[in-house]
């Protein structure tokens, strides 16, 4: 059964609709990665033109267009698409975009980074936290279930952030960890 409320996000809606748009007016635009894991819609979209790519392929790109998807990407991806002369249709999710802001405003307002630990909850690899661990130059932590959180020092700060999409209630489980620690 499909439940009757199912769908995307709006951030992968977005995404979505701006690959539509633009390939109503161009026959070829590349996508940094699935712009949605699913199947059928992915062979809607190449069938209209999306060429999906990966990071690899991305960096031999030259006077192309591409679409970043909901996920975000970390500030090398737009120099690499500056200095390849690529479009970036920019279809990062507006609450990822937030979150990246307000870690890459922690990181570079935070004068020692020996006494500040910025760690994000989420799954390694996954592209929104690659996004996240960009803005701080990788030296973030990730910690993908609560009980990682023992690998942190608690000697020093600690600001947590977590990917949008990991389950709440472990966030707090290990805002408590964190607090009974620290």
């Known amino acids: 059964e499909i439940d009757e409320h199912s ?13 539509e748009q633009t390939l109503e007016t161009d026959r070829r635009l590349y996508c940094l990665g699935d712009i ?58 507006p609450v990822v975009l937030r979150l990246q802001k307000r870690i890459k405003q922690e990181f570079d307002n935070t004068p020692d980074s020996h006494d500040t630990q910025i760690v994000i909850y989420g799954k390694n690899g996954h592209a929104e936290v690659l996004g996240l661990v960009g803005q701080t130059h990788g030296k973030a932590i990730v910690i993908e279930k609560p009980e990682e959180v023992v690998q942190l020092d608690f000697n020093k700060d600690i600001r947590l952030y977590s990917q949008t999409t990991k389950s709440l209630e472990e966030f707090w489980q290990i805002v408590e960890y964190i607090k009974e620690h620290i």
Request: aromatic share 6%; net charge negative; glycine share 8%.
């Open 7 to 19: 769908g995307f996000c709006f951030g992968v809606v977005t995404a979505i609709e701006k690959a």
């Open 36 to 93: 949605v894991h699913n199947s059928s819609e992915m062979e809607r979209l190449a069938n209209k033109g999306l060429r999906t790519v990966t990071h690899e392929t991305f960096g031999t790109l030259r006077d192309a267009k591409v679409l970043l998807r909901a996920h975000g990407e970390p500030p090398e991806t737009y120099a690499l698409a500056k200095a390849n002369h690529i479009e970036i249709i920019d279809a990062t999710c």
